[in-house]
């Protein structure tokens, strides 16, 4: 153990280079550059505020903040997931001449967007001091579910690097794999709503059970469960370990197929 925090202290200026070069190349040629990262979830609330309130009308005390809150933690997985997918197949020039560990390209992607994130995060501050909801101490405690949240995403995002320098059809399909998560997740919807069938369904997905927690203390200004917060725990630690392992496993064969 203690010989890989070495050698991720050695290349921890790289990472850093990558983490601001990620950043660099998503805002190159823009006007308003990472202000973009605060601005599209406010424009995207207030469109799907004004779609899904007349359309369905969800019993939800302040839906903008509902819905802010839960894009916020939802593009956060699928952003960072897709960049963490492709981390590995547009490095193939450098790992091929240089020895750089190969999930540092991973790390960078999923670092890239945690900064995103708090962009995002912003937005959802600002949004609740519009709204007059209450900032509660209890706020402090939204660093539990962010942390879950940057776990998941680290462990799917590891298979799926590896998985991809293989089968590049994942590329494609996983958007589709996304969208049909983001159905699956309390983004837009309360939980309430839900049939009894579909239930069990959209509890099982990791995703929902981070944004319940998330929206626990930010919004309901509510003790985390422990129990929900435990079933996290085992969700996030199973995808790291499966991560790490698919991604230990197959990373001496990138070479050959980048």
Not at 18 to 23: K, N, Q, S, Y
Not at 199 to 205: A, E, F, G, L, Y
Not at 209 to 235: K, Q, T, Y
Request: zero cysteines; glycine letters at 2%.
């Amino acid at each position: 153990m203690s010989q890989y925090l070495q050698n991720f202290k050695k290349f921890q200026p790289l990472l850093q280079e990558l983490v601001a070069r990620d950043i660099k190349i998503k805002y190159r040629r823009s006007v308003l550059g990472v202000l973009w990262t605060l601005l599209n979830p406010l424009f995207m609330m207030v469109i799907l505020s004004v779609v899904f309130s007349n359309l369905f009308k969800f019993d939800v005390e302040n839906f903008p903040l509902y819905l802010l809150s839960g894009q916020v933690v939802f593009n956060f997985f699928s952003e960072s997931t897709t960049n963490a997918m492709s981390a590995i197949i547009n490095n193939a020039s450098l790992i091929k001449k240089v020895y750089v560990p190969k999930y540092l390209f991973v790390l960078s992607r999923i670092f890239s967007s945690f900064i995103n994130l708090m962009a995002s995060f912003t937005a959802l501050l600002l949004v609740m001091v519009a709204t007059r909801a209450e900032l509660h101490w209890k706020v402090l405690l939204v660093l539990i579910p962010l942390l879950l949240l940057v776990g998941l995403s680290l462990g799917i995002g590891l298979m799926l690097a590896a998985l991809t320098v293989k089968f590049r059809d994942i590329m494609h399909l996983y958007s589709v794999f996304t969208t049909a998560l983001m159905y699956l997740t309390p983004v837009i919807y309360p939980m309430s709503i839900l049939p009894d069938w579909l239930t069990p369904i959209v509890r099982i997905n990791p995703v929902t059970n981070i944004l319940l927690i998330f929206r626990d203390v930010m919004i309901n200004n509510s003790w985390i469960d422990p129990v929900s917060l435990i079933v996290a725990v085992i969700e996030v630690a199973a995808f790291l370990i499966i991560g790490l392992r698919v991604f230990y496993v197959s990373q001496d064969e990138f070479i050959l197929n980048i």
